[in-house]
């Protein structure tokens, strides 16, 4: 039975539901589980790793984006996202999504001074992208879990009242575990 290229792809690559997803930061728990699947190469998870927001662009990059992410949001407008976001997924350890505790709670527990965060809200562009980078290595330091869309829906807010919503519900969720448990420097 002959199938033609895009539909093989498709299938066999895309996420099951791609017609549900509405927004970049959708497809952050399927990256992720991807990323860290058995099935996945340890040598393009090395790759990934060492990516960096700038640089040599290694071909496992470009090969995990075409593969996973639908081509409405592959354009150069999404570039810097995925590069950073994809990076530090692949940064974690087995099974870094968790649904039920949002980036704000996790840098919290973290420890995360109010001076990150407020850097971290504040920043745009490059600069955002190379602090969600530091925030990234820190998670996967410390091993912790948490919700990826989070950090997905701050890389994609390209207007000011996404940016807006997604800044304070990550403010809102780091100091609601805050005032439980003070937060170092």
């Not at 690559?13 to 589980?33: H, I, K």
């Not at 496992?60 to 996973?68: M, P």
């Not at 925030?135 to 890389?155: G, K, M, P, S, T």
Request: glycine share 6%.
């Amino acid at each position: 039975m002959a199938h033609s290229r895009s539909t093989l792809h498709r299938r066999c690559v895309m996420p099951d539901a791609e017609e549900d997803l509405r927004y970049p930061a959708d497809l952050a728990p399927s990256l992720a589980a991807a990323l860290h699947s058995e099935g996945f190469p340890n040598g393009d998870r090395a790759a990934l790793k060492r990516m960096g927001i700038s640089g040599r662009t290694p071909l496992a990059y470009w090969r995990f984006l075409l593969r996973r992410v639908p081509e409405r949001w592959q354009g150069d407008r999404y570039r810097l996202g995925w590069r950073t976001l994809i990076c530090a997924l692949a940064l974690q350890h087995q099974s870094p999504q968790d649904g039920h505790r949002p980036l704000g709670r996790a840098l919290a527990e973290l420890g995360f001074s109010e001076a990150r965060l407020e850097g971290l809200l504040a920043a745009e562009a490059r600069v955002l992208a190379t602090l969600m980078l530091r925030a990234a290595r820190r998670i996967a330091a410390q091993r912790v879990r948490c919700d990826w869309r989070d950090f997905a829906q701050l890389l994609f807010a390209f207007n000011d009242d996404s940016r807006e919503r997604i800044n304070e519900r990550i403010a809102r969720d780091f100091y609601h575990i805050s005032t439980i448990k003070p937060t170092a420097a």
